[in-house]
């Protein structure tokens, strides 16, 4: 069981260039979230998708695109980076049972925009 | 609106001593309640959580956390901590009428002295 995993692990991008990340699970969860965590502010919620062919915005949705094609898999699109744009992405997944609905994180993405 | 509350963005103790991170919410409904805690450059792992009875819950590592409601807060304590629990710490808060979204706190990174 690899749980949640994420690619890249890294990546540095110019302003205005595109790139897509992928986080895999294999748990059979339902829900699936993409967070970005910046120094001082937690984690934010950029989208989540609760199942496959389903996604909805989170609380900072702009600048990012998403797919769930599969209930596997969830993938972050950034259309033209910006500097902004510079933090670690984090991918989470969780099942809904009574009383559980615990978040399973990936080990993260750090994304640098120059 | 939903928020939580972290009030310690860095704690200092001493190996062997007592420890207390302190987590307020702000939520309407009855919450759910975790901590999560991130080693450097790791994801984040579930500590323990709260959904409902005893309202002292025990965790991982030697952690347990108390739900007071009347005061809002989901406090994590432990007894003696090793210079392994220095790490950043992170409170969250949940309901399931959020559609299982997470409210997070901004964090508290621990430091221990030797």
């Known amino acids: 069981n690899a749980g949640v995993t994420q690619t890249p692990k890294f990546r540095v991008l110019k302003t205005g260039q595109s790139m897509t990340l992928l986080c895999a699970q294999d748990?059979?969860?339902?829900?699936m979230y993409w967070y970005r965590q910046d120094p001082g502010m937690g984690l934010r919620l950029i989208h989540y998708?609760?199942?496959?062919?389903?996604?909805a915005k989170g609380e900072v949705p702009d600048g990012y695109n998403v797919s769930r094609l599969k209930k596997q898999n969830f993938l972050l699109g950034l259309e033209s980076a910006a500097p902004s744009q510079t933090s670690v992405y984090f991918c989470?997944?969780?099942?809904?049972?009574?009383?559980?609905?615990?978040?399973?994180f990936g080990p993260g993405t750090r994304l640098t925009v120059t | 609106a939903q928020s939580v509350t972290q009030p310690d963005i860095h704690i200092t103790v001493s190996e062997g001593a007592s420890l207390e991170l302190r987590c307020n919410y702000s939520?309407?409904?009855?919450?759910?309640l975790f901590w999560y805690v991130q080693s450097p450059g790791q994801g984040l792992q579930l500590l323990l959580k709260?959904?409902?009875?005893d309202t002292l819950v025990q965790g991982i590592k030697g952690f347990e956390a108390e739900f007071k409601r009347s005061q809002s807060s989901f406090n994590l304590r432990k007894p003696s901590v090793h210079w392994s629990d220095a790490a950043e710490y992170f409170c969250?808060?949940?309901?399931?009428?959020?559609?299982?979204?997470?409210?997070w706190g901004a964090g508290t990174k621990l430091i221990i002295k030797p």
């Open positions: 969250a808060v949940g309901a399931v009428d959020s559609n299982y979204q997470l409210i």
């Open positions: 998708s609760v199942g496959e062919g389903t996604t």
């Open positions: 709260y959904f409902s009875g």
């Open positions: 748990m059979n969860h339902e829900y």
């Open positions: 989470a997944s969780t099942q809904l049972h009574p009383n559980s609905y615990e978040q399973y």
């Open positions: 939520y309407g409904a009855t919450p759910y």
